[in-house]
Structure formats: structure tokens, C-alpha cells
């Protein structure tokens, strides 16, 4: 049932990023001696895969602080991190938090948190949080932050003072009043035993050192009392890391060798290329298999849809109530009518939506899991299909959970159109806006939704069709908007649909119908349009391509020819009934006749016996 991280993930073993779950949450982030950074993102969460990269730079950027401020992340996205993401209430994504040295979690304490997402700025504020924690006993391998007074003059022995004999330089950086490259730098030398990095903003303490702040910032120091400066390309630290790298190089002095954690984690990065060799080639055929069959919606994608509803999204919120509470129980009841699951996986739905009901003052994320986790047991096996298919990505990251909720969306509002379950137009779209305002894993998504759902109007819809077009039209203005957008998949680029290949009735004119991949303005045929919806939608035209367990799922008419089932009603009847109804009619058969027969010769002139009376 569970959906394992690394199919969902945004960053791997390659990376210089820490990659957490709940297994190693606590062991990387609590009681230990060292800070950390960690994000907390949703895989599926463009905002996030917009600010991977950056994240990624950054970690590789800072990799030489690891030792004291190691750069981490946690998928939010994983069922498996439910709690942990719900613990620590997170309630945007990408979230970063900073966890100093001895952190423990308190109801007021979740870390600190950092609100830019410029790598930079970024860079900056921990520097200054790693500066400002109070060396103990526990923190003896950190580095000293303090900057220089005025008693270190250029006198060697004041300078190497308190350090121990390896230390054959010290590395004076100096720094502007309210910067922090100084702290930086230190940071990117810690792993280097032979050398230690000191920092000032005197100006007078630095001209000691031959620095005049303009044309050399660095200054090194050997246990001889030789002062050699040196000018760097840019007042940045990742510049003046390069230039104090240059000068060690030059005197064979090198960091100290990986640790044996990070050994593994590298050599763990490239093994079983077999194995990735196979899941690379069976992403290859499901997309061949899509491409070749652009309007197609799977029953997997539905599946999986309704499955990171119930398994991810809901349960990471740490309290349901009031208007959330309302939202949740709006789309459970749609979820419950309309639903594509199997019988187990209605029973579920019902069954869950009961017990929501039952708690309606107040309930839990944690409470709604662990309630789904009882049903499945009780139930067996609910899902058909744990992969995706028409929505499946060329790469990881790509396409995936959000393509499998509008499938969802829209398979729900064409339901409510065509079954006659309800009389409320707009209960499919009022319990769609409800959950992605409130659970939807996508902050900067939910938010654009809303927006385009009140400019849209989304509540002015008189009928159920309405409905369906108001929620086609909505979708394909999230294309137009993302249409070019990092996150888009290069193998399936966001356009307007349908394209004039899969329904060429529904574009109005031949030129919206070559636009159709475009930005442009369309004159659609909304006639066309909503048939073409219904069509798609229509449960016995959902493909099972991909469907792991097709015995789980109710048999369609196809199937049911295919199996000769609605013939074998007949064959397989008990023979004596068959005989006995076979002699019964035989016997009305004749009976039918005799009565026929003797009806007619009631009316036959009978001759007369007595041929001489009858002459007379």
C-alpha cells in the first residue's frame, strides 16, 4: 500500500542533500551535536520542483559545512512521513526549518523557520543562527566563531594560541561590519585539520595583517610569523574559498577523508543499475502505450489519485474542524456517490465518511489514519493499481499525483452529470474547491485555484453539465498558464484539449482546431465538448491498461463476452428443468391440437344411416 519515497522524491543519493524519512528523521535531527537545515517539500508540489535545483546548489554549495550544519530534506509526499510532516505542522510547501545543536521538539518549538528561498539569503541566515549557538561540551568540534580582538596582534604565538599542533596556518579573512562571509568561510574549512580561519571587521586589527579591506581581504599566518595576503576575484565566500583553496593546494595540505557514512551513501548511489536499467524501460512502454492513446483516461490514475487523498494529503493535517471539518465531509459524500473504486474500495469510502461524520466537532490526521489503517485490514485489499499510467512522468517529478487528481475531478463531475444521485449542481465543484483549499499538498497551487475559481465564478453554475464545462475550461487555463513552465514534461506538454485530433467536432473553426496545442483563444464547441467529456469518462471506456489485479474489479461487458459469462447463464441451467419445460411444452402442443381438431368436426354435415327413410 505504502508508496516508497524514492519513487517520488526530488532528490537521490547523487545529490549533496540529506535525504530523511521517518526511519532517520529523529536520528539526523534530535539531540545531536551539530545543526541542520531540512526541507520539507511535496514531490508533487511544482513550487517545489521549481526550487529543487536551487536547493540542490545550495546543498553542494555548503557540503563543505556538513560536519556542522548538514543540508537535508524530507518528502512530505510519502505516506511513510505522514506523521512526521504532521508533527511538525507543516502547513506550506517547500518549508525550510533550521535545528540547532540539542534541538528537542516542544508545542512551541518545530525549529526555526526560514522564510526566502534565495540561495543566498539562505546561506547568510544560517551562518548567522550557526554563529549565534552556544558552544558546550558536546559542541568541542566546533569551530570558534569569534572574531579577532585587538589582543591578537600579528604576533604569532597570540595568534596559535589554544590550538593544537597540527595547525600549521592561520587564515585571517577579513569582513565587513554586519556580514557574515567571515562565518562562512570558516564554515567551508572546518574539515581541514593542518588550518584554521579567524574573521575581523577592525580595520586596524586587519591592517596588522596586511589587509586593507579593497584590494586583500585574506591573509595567511604560519606558526614562523610569516604573513603572506592575498586578493580575491569577488567579496563573496564561495571567491574567497577558491583563493584560500589555491594556497592550500599549493602547500599539499588537504581536508580530512570521508566519513564511513558517507562512503556508503556514495557507493550506494550507484548500485543495481539493472534494476533502474528495468524501471526505466517499463516507464518507456506505459508512455509509448499513452502517446498512442492521447485522450484516454486509466483506471490506475483514478485509483491512485484516491489513494494520495486518503493516505497523504488528509491525514498530515493535525487538526479537522470547523470549515475544514465541513470540507472534508463535502468530499467524502462526492467521493462516496462517485467514486471508481471496487467493492472493498466503496466500502472503505463509506465507511470512512460514517466515522468522519461520527467526529464531526474535532478530528485528527493521525485518528483519520489510523482508522483507514483498521478498514484495510478489515477489508483486504482495496486498491487495483499502486502505479500510474496516462500519468505517468518521463522523470521523476513530473506529472504524477496532480494529472491523477484532475483525471479524478473531472471522471466525478461527468458521474454527478450522468447519474441521477443528486439534485445540487454544484456539489461535485463546492467539494473539489473545499479540498484544495484545505488539503491539497500544493500551497502555491491551492491558492491559484481559489483565485481562478472566484474570478471564474465556480459557485454560478445552474446545471451539472455546467459544471462539467466549468471545470474543463478551468483546467485548460492551468495548462495555457503552466504551458512552458519548468515543470512541465517535455514528453507531454501542456495544451488545450481535446486537440483537434481527438475530437475535431469540438473545435468550432479549422483554425482554433490547428491552435489547439497553442495559447491562443479557441471557439470551442461546448456541445461537442461535453459529449466528448461524458465519453472519455464513461466508466466502461476507462482503460485497465497497466491495472495490477484485475480480478479486484468489477468485469465489464467486454470482459463478460470475453469470458462467455452472459452465454454460460443459460448453458449452465439444471437439465431436468430444462427437460421438464421441454415436455411440458409438448404437452400444451398437443393439447392445442386436440382441442383444435375436435372444434372442427363439431361443424361437419354427418351423413344420414337410413338411405330409404331419407328418400322418403
Not at 24 to 52: M, P, Q, T
Not at 183 to 205: A, C, D, G
Not at 257 to 266: A, C, M, R, V, Y
Request: proline fraction near 4%; glycine fraction near 6%.
Amino acid at each position: 500500500m505504502k508508496q516508497e519515497s524514492q519513487e517520488l522524491g526530488l532528490y537521490n543519493h547523487t545529490d549533496k542533500v540529506r535525504i530523511l524519512t521517518n526511519v532517520n528523521f529523529k536520528d539526523e535531527v534530535l539531540n545531536r551535536n551539530h545543526s541542520i537545515l531540512v526541507e520539507f517539500y511535496n514531490s508533487y508540489c511544482g513550487h517545489c520542483r521549481k526550487f529543487a535545483p536551487t536547493y540542490k546548489k545550495l546543498a553542494a554549495e555548503l557540503y563543505d559545512w556538513r560536519d556542522i550544519i548538514p543540508v537535508a530534506a524530507i518528502d512530505c509526499a510519502a505516506d511513510e512521513n505522514n506523521g512526521i510532516c504532521r508533527e511538525y505542522e507543516v502547513m506550506a510547501y517547500p518549508t525550510l526549518r533550521y535545528f540547532g545543536p540539542g534541538y528537542t521538539p516542544s508545542d512551541s518549538n518545530y525549529g526555526s523557520r526560514i522564510m526566502t528561498q534565495d540561495k543566498e539569503q539562505i546561506r547568510s541566515i544560517l551562518a548567522e543562527f550557526v554563529a549565534a549557538e552556544n558552544k558546550t561540551s558536546n559542541m568541542s568540534s566546533w569551530p570558534d566563531f569569534k572574531p579577532l580582538e585587538a589582543s591578537h596582534t600579528s604576533s604569532t604565538p597570540a595568534l596559535f594560541e589554544g590550538l593544537d599542533s597540527l595547525k600549521k596556518y592561520v587564515v585571517v579573512v577579513y569582513e565587513r561590519e554586519n556580514s557574515t562571509i567571515g562565518i562562512e568561510t570558516i564554515l567551508h574549512f572546518v574539515r581541514y585539520p593542518n588550518i584554521v580561519v579567524k574573521r575581523t571587521s577592525n580595520s586596524e586589527l586587519a591592517a596588522k595583517y596586511q589587509l586593507d579591506g579593497t584590494r586583500y581581504r585574506i591573509a595567511t599566518v604560519n606558526r614562523d610569523g610569516t604573513i603572506v595576503p592575498y586578493s580575491s576575484l569577488h567579496e563573496t565566500s564561495l571567491s574567497y574559498k577558491e583563493t584560500i583553496e589555491s594556497f592550500l593546494k599549493s602547500q599539499h595540505i588537504t581536508e580530512k577523508p570521508p566519513s564511513k557514512h558517507e562512503s556508503d551513501s556514495t557507493s550506494s548511489s550507484s548500485s543495481s543499475p539493472h534494476a533502474l536499467s528495468s524501471a526505466e524501460h517499463e516507464v518507456a512502454k506505459i508512455i509509448e502505450e499513452v502517446k498512442r492513446n492521447k485522450h484516454m483516461v486509466y483506471q490506475a490514475d483514478l485509483e491512485m489519485a484516491v489513494r494520495g487523498i486518503l493516505y497523504n494529503e488528509i491525514p498530515k493535517s493535525s487538526n479537522i474542524n470547523g470549515e475544514k471539518m465541513t470540507a472534508l465531509l463535502r468530499f467524502l459524500g462526492v467521493l462516496e456517490k462517485y467514486n471508481p473504486l471496487s467493492n472493498s474500495g466503496r466500502a472503505l469510502i463509506k465507511e470512512l465518511t460514517s466515522y468522519a461524520r461520527k467526529h464531526s466537532s474535532e478530528l485528527s490526521g493521525g485518528d483519520f489514519e489510523q482508522e483507514l489503517q483498521r478498514l484495510e485490514k478489515q477489508l483486504g485489499k482495496i486498491f487495483s493499481s499502486h502505479r500510474y499510467v496516462g500519468c505517468q512522468g518521463s522523470r521523476t517529478g513530473l506529472r504524477g499525483y496532480t494529472c491523477s487528481l484532475w483525471q479524478l475531478f473531472h471522471y466525478m463531475s461527468v458521474q454527478a452529470a450522468t447519474e441521477d444521485k443528486s439534485d445540487d449542481p454544484l456539489e461535485v465543484l463546492q467539494a473539489i474547491h473545499g479540498y484544495v483549499k484545505h488539503f491539497f499538498g500544493c500551497t502555491e497551487c491551492s491558492e491559484h485555484f481559489q483565485e481562478m475559481a472566484k474570478r471564474r465564478h465556480i459557485f454560478n453554475n445552474p446545471t451539472k453539465d455546467d459544471a462539467v464545462l466549468w471545470l474543463w475550461a478551468a483546467h485548460n487555463e492551468v495548462n495555457q498558464h503552466l504551458a512552458g513552465d519548468d515543470t512541465e514534461d517535455p514528453k507531454f506538454p501542456k495544451i488545450q484539449f481535446p486537440t483537434a485530433s481527438s475530437c475535431p467536432q469540438c473545435h468550432k473553426s479549422k483554425a482554433s482546431a490547428a491552435s489547439s496545442s497553442s495559447a491562443t483563444a479557441h471557439d470551442w464547441d461546448n456541445e461537442h465538448v461535453l459529449k466528448f467529456l461524458k465519453n472519455i469518462h464513461n466508466p466502461e471506456f476507462v482503460s485497465r491498461y497497466g491495472v495490477e489485479d484485475h480480478e479486484l474489479l468489477t468485469p465489464t461487458l467486454d470482459k463478460l463476452r470475453q469470458k462467455r459469462m452472459i452465454g454460460n447463464v443459460f448453458s449452465d441451467m439444471d437439465m431436468g428443468m430444462g427437460m421438464l419445460l421441454y415436455g411440458f411444452c409438448i404437452v400444451m402442443l398437443v393439447v392445442a391440437f386436440k382441442l383444435f381438431a375436435v372444434k372442427k368436426s363439431g361443424y361437419r354435415k354427418k351423413p344420414y344411416g337410413h338411405d330409404l327413410l331419407g328418400k322418403v
